[in-house]
């Protein structure tokens, strides 16, 4: 495999006029520098991430494809940089290059893209992008000795690879990100090349690099998720409460002057454009480090950190102290008597300057939680402000709040005490079922995501202190995950509704939704106990994944049996494993007891 050869690309990258904010400020000229090196120094990589994520089933090899053809535009350009073509955007330049690749837009299946022009083109590329990719071959896995051979006769090579195969994978996933997974994996790579252990090594380290990219992966997507399906308003209302809580002295100008940086940079990424995506990032970055005085003093270390590590160490870095000045409420929302002429006059800015000042008081609160409170809000505000004594109407705001905030408190106990009843596999088994039953559409493999995801975020959160916050927090990233980032996801009616009727409050709705009744199941398939020497064979962790795809494929194919039912099937399921396993004829014990089985299904 040959490493991919776009020195020379970058010269001609810089030259697009159109692409570039021009900086004016000092801080601004030396970050747009430090920016423009870093993005020469990784744009084999950027490539890389753009073409994969774009067209997943692509091969390698046309990624190669890609790359002289970007290379022979180029040498066209540089030649003569007054031609129209020279003046586009680069991410409109890759998919352009990406449709001109002889048969491949055919081969694909994204003809239909290539017919579109300027933003209809760019969003049809997005909604190609596909979240379950289970029609790719699994991620190669390379013994260690081999691992480290690869490396050795050729890095770049190798990083290639691995940055194209977690690319196409994570097709959601920003620029940054993905080039900072890939600068943990050669880390981690070099490291572990030197361990005598070099299995374990890879094993441990490669856990901490997945955790990271799938926590990104699931954020960034349910904040995509949001603004596609609910406008750019609702992406301004997550970072109000999230820069609010994290930097909770921050004077609302300061505030409303990041966000509409924030706003403004976030679609790029979303889109999928990652020159525009890493230039965006950047800018943020710099604009809250040239005001650390005014914004954070936690932030110190991060701003001397390098692209992208510099933007991840802001994100993750504690919130800041609630300043001491700062009282408990502000009565100007609840108490004052101009309440409704202060919102008429802009209703807008009004409501961001609540949502600031309540999320900055409450650090206790999750973002979906503040941003519940904000819609109470706003309702109430519209029903007083119609009555002839608003004040008397919205006085009592605060245990509407609090009404609010119970609710959702009550779903999250609920949720950490079937974790300390039930335990982590008898949970994980309550949410395969649960799962199946409200959205038999999905797939088996998405079920079976989605339910461990939840296990893990009740494991991780139910013991701390912020148990709230951060089980609420991180069972909406979930909800996000089923709803998915293109508003043209469907999977059934009430599900439908969960995830386009509010933002703030889908995770309410979820929590009501029963079976799925317009769900037909398949005709009775027997080939579910037909079992067979391939569960002996099995390692553990291979046996537990087909443990749970047959209950999961159970649920779809009886979704009105009990929990209780389904229970004493799956549990039959693993004795008849166990039975059958530790004769000295398998097949003939499959043979008598899947059937057996089956029956027993059928008759509950």
């Known amino acids: 495999m040959k490493q991919l050869k776009l020195t020379g690309f970058v010269i001609f990258l810089f030259f697009l006029p159109e692409s570039l904010t021009l900086p004016t400020k000092p801080q601004d000229v030396d970050n747009f520098g430090t920016t423009q090196k870093f993005i020469e120094q990784n744009l084999g990589y950027i490539t890389i991430i753009t073409f994969a994520q774009y067209i997943q089933e692509a091969s390698f090899e046309e990624v190669e494809m890609l790359a002289k053809s970007m290379t022979e535009y180029k040498d066209e350009c540089l030649a003569n940089m007054t031609l129209p073509m020279c003046s586009k955007f680069p991410n409109d330049v890759f998919m352009e290059k990406i449709c001109a690749m002889e048969g491949l837009p055919q081969k694909h299946n994204f003809s239909h893209c290539c017919s579109k022009t300027d933003f209809e083109r760019r969003l049809c590329f997005f909604r190609n992008k596909k979240a379950d990719v289970g029609f790719l071959p699994p991620l190669p896995t390379l013994d260690p000795e081999v691992k480290c051979e690869a490396y050795k006769n050729n890095s770049g090579s190798f990083l290639s690879n691995y940055i194209y195969e977690v690319s196409r994978r994570n097709p959601f996933v920003f620029a940054p990100t993905l080039l900072t997974v890939t600068g943990r994996f050669e880390e981690m790579t070099k490291m572990c090349c030197e361990a005598k252990d070099k299995a374990n090594c890879f094993r441990a380290k490669a856990f901490h690099v997945v955790q990271y990219l799938k926590a990104l992966s699931s954020y960034q997507k349910n904040v995509c998720g949001a603004l596609w399906k609910f406008g750019p308003q609702v992406l301004k209302s997550i970072y109000i409460a999230i820069l609010s809580q994290k930097f909770p002295k921050i004077e609302f100008k300061e505030l409303t002057s990041l966000l509409e940086e924030v706003s403004s940079k976030y679609d790029v990424c979303c889109e999928g454009d990652a020159v525009q995506c890493i230039r965006g990032r950047s800018q943020v970055m710099s604009h809250i480090c040239s005001k650390q005085d005014f914004i954070s003093n936690k932030i110190k270390q991060c701003c001397e950190k390098t692209i992208p590590e510099r933007g991840e160490c802001i994100i993750y870095s504690n919130k800041d102290d609630r300043p001491k000045d700062l009282s408990l409420r502000e009565a100007k929302f609840t108490e004052s008597e101009n309440v409704c002429e202060e919102r008429n006059a802009d209703q807008d800015i009004f409501m961001a300057e609540f949502l600031y000042e309540y999320s900055r008081r409450h650090p206790e609160l999750s973002t979906p939680e503040l941003l519940r409170i904000a819609r109470v809000y706003d309702d109430l505000l519209k029903e007083c402000c119609s009555t002839e004594n608003p004040p008397h109407c919205y006085r009592d705001a605060e245990s509407k709040f609090s009404e609010t905030t119970d609710k959702s408190l009550k779903i999250v106990q609920q949720e950490c005490e079937y974790l300390q009843n039930l335990g982590m596999d008898d949970l994980k088994y309550h949410y395969f079922i649960k799962l199946t039953k409200t959205a038999p559409q999905l797939s088996t493999d998405e079920v079976i995501f989605l339910g461990e995801e939840m296990v893990t975020a009740l494991t991780t959160c139910c013991t701390l202190s912020e148990e709230f916050a951060c089980v609420d927090n991180l069972v909406d990233l979930v909800l996000g995950e089923i709803c998915g980032v293109n508003e043209n996801r469907t999977i059934n009616p009430a599900v439908d509704h969960c995830c386009k009727a509010s933002f703030a409050f889908r995770r309410l709705c979820f929590a009501t939704l029963e079976a799925d009744k317009t769900y037909v199941p398949p005709s009775a398939s027997q080939s579910l106990f037909n079992f067979h020497i391939d569960l ?39 004795n008849v494993v166990d039975k059958c396993c530790k004769v000295e004829a398998p097949e003939a014990c499959f043979s008598e007891e899947g059937p057996k089985l089956a029956a027993k299904s059928q008759a509950s």
């Open 536 to 574: 002996c064979q099995a390692h553990h962790e291979e046996l537990q994944r087909k443990k749970d795809r047959f209950l999961v494929n159970l649920v779809k194919l009886k979704p009105e049996l009990t929990d209780e039912e389904l229970r004493s099937s799956f549990t039959g399921f693993s």
